[in-house]
């Protein structure tokens, strides 16, 4: 199944680029999510935590890194998620390509996805609604954190400082994630609610595209900006 959504951030295109390179400025942006641990030499393992109702349900997927290409602006990564204490599971294989537009950044994303379990039952125009719901939440959060920084930036040069000044306020002026659960009731539509527990091993695949993956691209970047995985080893 193709999935396809997209959402646009009021910035320009080379700091989004930056930005979603930055693990922990796009973990901030996300509810629930974290990064686990590395799996060497390309793979990251993260985590989730989603809130269905008075219920929460916690996630553990593998994002491994494909392909960077600098110039394009785009990324590839196969992406596996599995509930931890249920039997919903998907594996994806994500496209995400940044442009800039007269509003800011476009980022569109593709998503080739095999899903098992309850979730399988449900169509296409489901879980495209559900993953750009989330998709716009991430893209607020980051569109606040962007601004954060950018204030934090301009009140350390007002005050002639190396930038140590700018650190503080950015911490004081933006509240990330944190320990927040992806809360699905207030991103899913009234009328879904009823099947958002069957969705919700969907979701943890679209955010964690969102969150864990990027890790794997700052990664690849820092050490063969532009190169294949299969060429790193």
Not at 2 to 15: H, K, M, Q, W, Y
Not at 66 to 75: C, G, M, S, W, Y
């Amino acid at each position: 199944m193709i999935l396809r959504n997209e959402f646009t951030v009021g910035s320009d295109l080379a700091t989004v680029w930056a930005r979603m390179l930055d693990l922990e400025s796009v973990a901030d942006c996300v509810p629930g999510a974290r990064i686990v641990a590395t799996l060497p030499p390309n793979g990251y393992q993260g985590a989730i935590r989603v809130r269905i109702g008075p219920m929460t349900v916690d996630y553990k997927g593998e994002a491994t890194f494909l392909d960077v290409d600098e110039q394009e602006r785009t990324a590839t990564i196969l992406l596996k998620a599995r509930e931890e204490r249920g039997q919903g599971s998907a594996v994806a294989t994500v496209r995400n390509h940044l442009e800039a537009t007269s509003d800011g950044t476009r980022v569109e994303v593709e998503t080739d996805l095999q899903i098992t379990g309850p979730q399988a039952l449900f169509g296409k125009g489901v879980l495209e609604d559900v993953g750009s719901r989330v998709l716009n939440e991430f893209s607020r959060r980051l569109e606040e954190r962007i601004a954060a920084d950018a204030r934090g930036v301009a009140s350390g040069a007002d005050l002639g400082g190396d930038g140590a000044g700018g650190d503080s306020l950015r911490v004081d002026s933006y509240h990330g994630a944190g320990d927040e659960a992806l809360d699905l009731g207030r991103v899913v539509a009234r009328s879904m609610l009823d099947r958002t527990a069957k969705i919700a091993g969907l979701v943890v695949a679209l955010s964690l595209v969102v969150a864990v993956v990027r890790c794997c691209w700052q990664r690849g970047q820092a050490s063969r900006p532009g190169r294949r995985a299969d060429e790193q080893g």
